[in-house]
């Protein structure tokens, strides 16, 4: 007796795009991109770089705060890397965040600011052990010839960022640190790069995982 086989054939389409928690890399080839968001300004996408113009209504709107790039990613461990050109800008902040911030490199530029609140402070890096709150503004650190973003005005400057258990090695331009916190070992799910004031010009980004 002859018996029939039916064989069920199922179409998987190809993966296209990265899902998370795989590495990232955005050519800024257009406005659509998996894991990238960008908001809180008119964003343009052209020539492998985004760009914008801080916009003084919506940096009120949005309870002074400027436009801002984010990427979804599982970054606990790995290396962020990318060129930016600020031009005058007031400040341009890059933060991993998880639950709430967990480490964050802050440039300022004291001469330049929306408002005279924003001409005070220094560039710095602030690290959070705990999640962050009201009450847990992290530790701050502001290691020997970290630069102010005045002497980054107008030029293509590279940013590197690599955790490794519990360090971080920093390098922007010819600036390079060492940061040793727990904050580091801390789950981090999401890459940010925001700045106030001024025209913002990014690049190359890329995040690997380690």
Known sequence: MLRLVMTCVVSIPFLTTPLFGMDVIDAFASSDHSQREAERGD?????????????PELYKKYANHGPILKWTVDCSQGITSFDMH??????????????GHVFRISLIDPEKGMTPFQKK???????????SSKDNKGDSFQPKGFPMLGTLN???????????GETAMITIGDFQTELTHPAMKREKKQITL?????????????????
Not at 121 to 131: D, F
Not at 154 to 164: F, G, K, Y
Not at 195 to 203: I, L, P
């Open 121 to 131: 402070g220094k560039s710095r890096m602030i690290a959070w052990a705990e999640k």
């Open 86 to 99: 600020p031009s005058e800008c007031q400040r341009v902040v890059f933060t991993l965040n998880g639950d």
């Open 154 to 164: 107008n030029t293509w400057t590279t940013v590197r960022v690599s955790l490794q």
């Open 43 to 55: 964003w343009q996408f052209h020539d492998g770089m985004a760009s914008v113009v801080a916009d």
């Open 194 to 210: 925001s700045f106030a004031s001024g025209r913002f010009q990014v690049r190359n980004f890329a995040y690997h995982a380690k």
